[in-house]
């Protein structure tokens, strides 16, 4: 029976549909199974140690002395941006760069690789003293070769090799500065690690089990009983801990994505399994009159639809394992390089998703196949549904629920989902019967044959109508949510920073140099030179901050690392005064500070508390007094917290300015950074560019998993119009014996074709900018304007896929001869 239900064509649409679902979840499941296979093979190479004790301050001898006392091995890091200049004179180019200064040893575990005649070479040196090491991408931006000479700071290096891999940089994603890597001894000479310098110090620990987890037992002892800030232990697990929570999140967000595949594609199985049981009740019926029984007829279907369930998964599943290529080859610079190759997990997953979504979407309808009577053969009626069969369209609704749960791994996050969809679903469908009851009253608007036949088909049918709209209309907002509205935001995003904001950050400046720099900055409309002081927060009125005191992670995060702070005796422009008044300098008896209303929030601080800061070991409390609304888009110095100047005038401070450089004189920070070395000079536009490219490729992978959806929309609008075919055919023998034209009938489905696909495009187009109003109002907090091209997009794409669906679905109807469709009805 199954082998002829496929030569007839019957089980062909349900195979396709079932392939694309499990090929949309199983591609994503092969992509993110290898990256953390990748992440647990690189394990013990991520830190480059077994443990690590990184710290803000240089590293204590007395630590490097209890780790020799256990016999441990040693070797020492610091980590830090600043500034490489390439060239003389006129053509001195200058490139941000993170630092990393190397001890002998490193790394003592994995193997650092060099980049030689295209290949990866493993190496257990350093650089020599007055050489460096360099990402490939360095000798590109910086015009170089190995052999060219560099700047850093005071020091001039030679380039010797190109850096292709680090253990310790991680297995993941990558930062945006290229590396220059320099031995330990030669960082004094450079002279950039001075007061207020963001330098990162890691010790690295190898050797005997025990030993490091006695050795990590003591800095914990030490670390809580001297109250140490500033340092943390790495060790394997937590080392790992943020590359796993983004790789989960971004697990949790493409698996979200090929969800929606996925349940369109399961409408479709619905769909296909329903004509198939409406085309199998008279056989089912002639079954029983010879024998068999209603457990027979059932098993024999359920077989049927397992052995095509199978086929289909296993189909899915490798069409899912190729296009999880795509993926890696769109995200390759933010993933590591060789990764190990997939397990079997995602195979067996993406077989199980298939049998679920079968048993979930299909069931149904062939349970109804149990019920058909004997005298069917004769009768040619059809029974209402049984009250067990209704009840498996529950447990289909439940198994997408519970498939949504196991995606995304988070109860909250899954039924959140869940609801979004359904309710989505629902006003995408009240939307669409809407549009055709308006479309009712345009019936005798045209004296159009063709026309009134397009409008009388859809009225007959709306409930099929509203499921091609409503699948289709999905499919088409997805990729007109990541296509055309992605780049209207993106133009308002950079349409929202003033013409005139600073496209350039300078940090470090030393109280020696502000003059100046002042001084060399008068051509850029005088710019602003603030104070910057480094302190960490570490009470809040009683209350002693630890790095658990609060329950939100970002709260915690903000504990554990060092406030930029500042001090100033006006209130900076563009901040505004929500909470509170600002202070006055000369007539405050007590340290005043205001705090941006953001981190107030963020760590529980209300008007009238008191923050206690540690600034190199002297104590600043300073009673808030007010709360700022800072504008972030303006792309100017902003602080968190500002305390008044009386308060601060004996606290270590750096400087930081904010500039516009024109297109002009780009050379101009060029020459600063080779006068001053030790200044960090920070290119906005720059970042911005480098972090718009990353967001392109995430974006360019997304809009790959939303063609499954769009996929997934034409089949459910090809088994809508599939599964209308054989009562089409009725009525066109019908209309065409009363004497229509055959090309009467033919523009009739072309003109339903075009009113589906416009009104699925119009309502995709619609929900695709009301998305991207809610994102530019709410999240990204700028104006933003509608463009009618994402309309136009909407209706043109939605006609044509339409048209094509249609095609498929019904290029028979008109094909067969009016007289034996009426002697076959």
């Known amino acids: 029976m199954m082998l002829r239900d496929w030569r007839a064509g019957e089980l062909r649409f349900l195979l396709v549909a079932l392939m694309v679902a499990v090929a949309s979840l199983s591609s994503v499941g092969f992509f993110v199974d290898r990256m953390r296979n990748g992440l647990n093979r690189d394990a013990h190479q991520v830190l ?24 441990l091995q040693t070797a020492e890091t610091a980590v830090f941006p600043s500034m490489a200049l390439a060239g003389e004179d006129d053509a001195v180019m200058a490139k941000l760069v993170t630092l990393k200064a190397v001890t002998q040893g490193y790394p003592l ?3 650092l690789k060099l980049q030689r005649d295209g290949k990866e070479v493993p190496t257990s040196a350093i650089p020599s003293p007055g050489t460096a090491w360099v990402d490939p991408a360095l000798l590109g931006s910086l015009k170089i070769k190995i052999g060219s000479k560099i700047n850093l700071g005071e020091q001039q290096f030679t380039v010797t090799e190109s850096i292709a891999a680090e253990p310790d940089r991680g297995s993941g994603f990558l930062g ?21 310098s963001r330098v990162t110090y890691r010790l690295l620990l190898a050797g005997d089990k025990k030993a490091v987890e006695k050795f990590k037992a003591e800095m914990e002892n030490q670390i809580s009983t001297q109250e140490l800030k500033g ?13 796993r929570t983004t790789l989960d999140r971004a697990e949790q967000f493409l698996s979200m994505v090929s969800m929606l595949s996925a349940m369109l594609a399961a409408i479709a199985v619905a769909m296909a399994a329903r004509r198939f049981m409406l085309r199998h009740i008279d056989a089912c019926a002639m079954l029983r009159c010879l024998g068999l029984t209603q457990n027979q007829v059932t098993s024999m279907y359920l077989l049927e639809f397992l052995i095509l369930g199978i086929i289909g998964s296993l189909a899915g599943v490798a069409l899912g394992f190729f296009s999880h290529f795509v993926l890696l080859e769109w995200l390759g610079k933010l993933v590591a390089n060789d ?10 997953q993406g077989l199980a998703i298939g049998i679920l979504l079968l048993v979930g979407f299909a ?57 979004g969809f359904i309710v989505g679903l629902l006003l995408f469908s009240l939307i669409a019967w ?13 004296d159009f044959a063709a026309w009134r036949f397009a409008i009388t088909a859809l009225q007959r049918r709306p409930g099929a109508t509203v499921v091609q709209i409503v699948s289709l209309s999905l499919g088409l907002m997805a990729l007109l949510l990541l296509t055309v509205v992605r780049s209207d935001l993106i133009a308002a995003w950079k349409q929202s920073t003033p013409a005139d904001a600073p496209n350039h950050f300078v940090i470090n400046i030393q109280p020696d140099q502000k003059a100046e720099i002042a001084r060399r900055l008068e051509s850029f409309a005088q710019p602003q030179i603030y104070p910057m002081i480094r302190g960490r927060l570490i009470q809040i009125n009683d209350q002693v901050l630890k790095p658990s005191s609060y329950k939100d992670e970002r709260a915690n995060a903000l504990v554990e690392r060092e406030f930029n702070l500042s001090t100033m005796k006006e209130l900076p422009a563009l901040n505004k005064i929500v909470a509170g008044n600002w202070y006055d300098d000369a007539t405050a008896s007590e340290p005043e500070a205001s705090i941006e209303e953001g981190l107030a929030k963020t760590l529980k601080v209300q008007l009238g508390d008191h923050m206690l800061f540690d600034i190199a070991g002297q104590k600043v409390s300073a009673k808030v007094t007010s709360l700022r609304k800072l504008d ?8 968190f917290v500002v305390i008044n100047p009386k308060a601060m005038q004996n606290m270590p401070q750096t400087f930081i300015t904010a500039f516009r450089v024109p297109d002009d004189k780009k050379q101009f920070t060029n020459q600063l950074t080779q006068e001053f070395p030790n200044l960090t000079v920070m290119d906005v536009g720059a970042m911005l560019k480098q972090l718009q490219d990353i967001l392109d490729q995430v974006i360019t992978a997304v809009e790959f998993l939303f063609m499954f959806t769009l996929a997934s929309g034409v089949l459910v609008l090809y088994a809508a119009l599939a599964g209308s075919q054989d009562i089409r055919m009725r009525e066109a023998a019908l209309l065409r014996a009363l004497g229509a034209t055959r090309n009467q009938l033919s523009r009739a489905q072309w003109v339903e074709f075009v009113l589906v696909g416009s009104l699925a495009g119009a309502l995709a187009a619609s929900g695709a900018l009301a998305i991207g109003w809610v994102m530019a109002t709410f999240a990204f907090k700028f104006a933003w304007t509608f463009s009618p091209v994402v309309i136009g997009a909407g209706v043109i794409v939605g006609a044509a896929c339409a048209l094509i669906g249609g095609w498929l679905g019904l290029r028979n109807v008109l094909s067969q001869p009016p007289l034996m469709s009426l002697r076959n009805s």
């Open 48 to 71: 480059g140690a077994d443990l690590l004790v990184v710290s803000t301050k240089s590293i204590a001898p007395e630590w490097k002395q209890l780790a020799a006392k256990m016999d």
């Open 434 to 446: 809407l549009s055709i009851f308006v479309l009712k009253r345009m019936r005798t608007s045209f």
């Open 176 to 196: 945006f500065s290229p590396r220059v890597m320099i031995a330990e001894q030669d960082l004094a000479a450079t002279k950039l690690v001075q007061d207020g």
């Open 339 to 348: 990764l190990p190759a997939a397990s079997f997990l995602p195979a067996w």
């Open 632 to 639: 972030w888009g303006s792309m100017r110095v902003n602080f």
């Open 109 to 111: 575990r994995g193997s």
């Open 231 to 243: 340092v943390r232990i790495e060790t394997i697990d937590n080392g790992n801990e943020q590359m």
């Open 363 to 419: 069931m149904p309808p062939i349970l109804q196949l149990r019920n058909v009577p004997h005298n069917q053969v004769i009768r040619r009626e059809q029974e209402a549904p049984k009250a067990m069969t209704l009840l498996t369209y529950a447990f289909g609704l439940g198994i997408f629920v519970a498939l949504l749960l196991w995606q995304t791994g988070d109860v909250k996050v899954g039924l959140l989902v869940a609801a």
